[in-house]
Structures are given as structure tokens and as C-alpha cells.
């Protein structure tokens, strides 16, 4: 139940297209979904977070919709840049303080030039 | 504004022996989570630091402890190392929801 599912486990996009990236949760205590961004060698990077009361949030090219009666939720990057090329992981919360995150296993994410 | 630091960057141990790693949070957090990421994988949960006490903890034995420091910066000690002990630990500071993760200090254990 503590679990997080992402998909696909990688992706191949060309310059200029959307990728989407998909999780699930059972949790239903989880109130909090952040997506990371982690380059190689380097720690996650918070891109966009949402929580329950929306069912979409757009910041520049990245929008995460969420589907609360499903427990699902998903990261579109519009206009994907070779600069975008990394691991992305979803995560979810129910820590009223923040942090303890339940993490998914990550969609490596190349975006061919 | 420094962000979150951490140290050292790449360790090597030995099978047994005992690691300290080190986390200072990013400019007015009070709250410090740690996190092990082995090769591959997305960051599991250790354990999470407020106000100089442990507030919760992830599935992780008792071979992994920490502190926190009245500065807020925090420690995480490994004792008797295993070969599966070998990732990347990550270090994570938050006031509110908001987690700004470390770069991470590789560890090694031959």
C-alpha cells in the first residue's frame, strides 16, 4: 500500500514532443505528489509538485495532472529539449511536515536531437 | 543562497567498518530527511530529523542512526557496513513541504 508505480521505466522522444510519464498509488492518506528531475551523478531536483484539491498544475513546458477518484497522476514535459534527457521520478507524501516520500522507480527519459 | 550541502562526495569503506555522513540544510530549514538511492533505483526513506530528534523512519535497521545539530545541519552513521550498504545517501531539507535534496554522497563498501 506504501507503494508509488511509474511507467514507462524508459522513454524515447524526439526534439520538440511530449513526453508522458504515468504513476499510481494505493495510499489513499497520500496528500502530497511531487515530481523530480535527477541527472546523473547528481541529487532529484523538485520540477512541479500537486496536491489533491487540483487536478492539473502547469509550470513553462511541465504539467501534472492528477486523477484523484483513480489514484493516478502524470507529468507531461511539452517541447522536450535534449536538455531534458534525464531520470525522472514521481513521489508521495502523507507526512503532514513534509519529506517522507514514497518514491517510484524512475523513467529514464532521452529526447534524440 | 547555498542550497543543501553535503559531504563527503564519494567515500570507499570496508566491510564492517563504520561511515559518517554529513548534511547541512538549505537556509532556513528546520527539518532534515535522509535518503539511501542504490544504482537504478528511486530513494528510499531512512529516517527524518526535527528540532534534534528523530520524527519518523523508514524501514531501515538499527545499524543506521543519526543526529541533528542545534544549527539543524545533521549526521548519518552506518555501523558494521555491508556490501548492499553501497549507494548513494541523499540528504533533503524542507521547512514546509517543499524537499530540496543534496547532491548525495556516494558510498562505496568493498
Known amino acids: 500500500q506504501q507503494q508509488v508505480k511509474q511507467s514507462p521505466q524508459s522513454l524515447i522522444v524526439q526534439k520538440g514532443g511530449i513526453s508522458i510519464i504515468n504513476c499510481a498509488y494505493e495510499?489513499?492518506?497520500?496528500?502530497?505528489f511531487p515530481w523530480y528531475q535527477q541527472f546523473p551523478g547528481k541529487g532529484p531536483a523538485l520540477l512541479i509538485a500537486i496536491r489533491p484539491d487540483v487536478s492539473e498544475k502547469k509550470e513553462g513546458r511541465f504539467t501534472i495532472s492528477f486523477n484523484k477518484s483513480a489514484k493516478q497522476f502524470s507529468l507531461h514535459i511539452m517541447d522536450s529539449q535534449p536538455g531534458d534527457s534525464a531520470t525522472y521520478f514521481c513521489?508521495?507524501?502523507?507526512?503532514?511536515?513534509?519529506?517522507?516520500?514514497?518514491f517510484g522507480p524512475g523513467t529514464r527519459l532521452s529526447v534524440l536531437p | 543562497d547555498a542550497g543543501v550541502t553535503q559531504s563527503p562526495t564519494h567515500l570507499i569503506k570496508t566491510r564492517g567498518q563504520q561511515v559518517t555522513l554529513r548534511c547541512s540544510p538549505k537556509?532556513?530549514?528546520?527539518?532534515v530527511s535522509w535518503y539511501q538511492q542504490a544504482l537504478g533505483q528511486g530513494p528510499q526513506f531512512i529516517f527524518q530529523y526535527y528540532e534534534e530528534e528523530e520524527r519518523q523512519r523508514g524501514n531501515f535497521p538499527d545499524r543506521f542512526s543519526g543526529h541533528q545539530f542545534p544549527n539543524y545541519s545533521s549526521e548519518l552513521n552506518v555501523n558494521a557496513l555491508l556490501l548492499g550498504d553501497s549507494a548513494l545517501y541523499l540528504c533533503?531539507?524542507?521547512?514546509?513541504?517543499?524537499?530540496?535534496f543534496g547532491q548525495g554522497t556516494r558510498l562505496t563498501v568493498v
Open positions: 513521489a508521495a507524501s502523507a507526512d503532514n511536515y513534509g519529506q517522507n516520500f514514497v
Open positions: 537556509s532556513g530549514h528546520d527539518t
Open positions: 495510499n489513499t492518506a497520500f496528500d502530497y
Open positions: 533533503a531539507s524542507s521547512r514546509q513541504s517543499e524537499a530540496f
